[in-house]
């Protein structure tokens, strides 16, 4: 794929800013998410709904579990409601280190947080943890000996079978230090009627990363060797929902937080 193919491509972080109602984004990523409306209609409030979990969680995990340093791989475009945004109304000298795949998207989230004080920004893949996890740059960052909180919101479901997510996902696990969170959430199609599901996958296998629905089962297996927080894996809208206006509508996100113990490994 030539570069100038990629580039007319939709992109997949720029499809998510627009459900979100941003504007980093170009004709064909509003003409794919239009698409994705079409099939699922209710997108765009999923969207949201998971934008507001990772403000939840990540005031969970500063207010009252005591991290002071994240890991957010897959990051996207930076949007209203970053994790350092959050995380440093509560602890003002919070690290927060950005991961993603699209170097585009990290030039522009460089250019973007390039004032913000105890933020990194780096390029890497879910798909070689272990490329991430050695970067030097983090290293000297983010300690990996004290407890870390890693963001996986919105990125497993762009790793396929074949890219062995679940290994991936182990190896993180591995080097958090007991005491550190996984954060996560992954679009589902358990309640989606099959049609829809297959059409929102095509569009994504037309855009720069595919998507892969999985189960409840599937996605509750990457917390493995962990302890679920209460509530434990559910609707994204569900996670810690103090005051709700209304029932949560149908799941397409599951999301969950895990904490790693003593003795517990990937």
Known sequence: MTAGASAR??????????LL??????????????????????????AWDNREFLGRAVRFLAAEAGIRQFLDIGTGLPTRGNVHSIAQQIVPDARVAYVDNDPVVVLHARALLR???????????????????????????????????VLLVAVLHFLRDVDNPRDAVSKLKDAMAPGSFLVLSHVTGDDLPPEATKRARTLYEQATAPGT??????????????????PGLVNVASWRADWMEAEPGRTIFYAGVGVKTAGQGG
């Open 21 to 46: 109602g941003g504007k980093e984004n170009n004709e064909e990523d509003r003409r794919a998410a239009e698409q994705l409306l079409e099939a699922v209609p209710d997108a765009a409030v999923a």
């Open 213 to 230: 629905a999985r189960t409840r089962r599937e996605i509750l297996r990457f917390f493995n060797g962990l302890n679920l927080v209460r």
């Open 9 to 18: 491509m939709p992109n997949v972080a720029r499809i998510y800013d627009f």
């Open 115 to 149: 004032k913000q004080p105890n933020v990194l920004v780096i390029e890497g893949d879910l798909r070689d943890p272990g490329e991430i996890l050695a970067n030097p740059t983090l290293r000297t960052f983010i300690n990996f000996d004290e407890p870390v909180g």
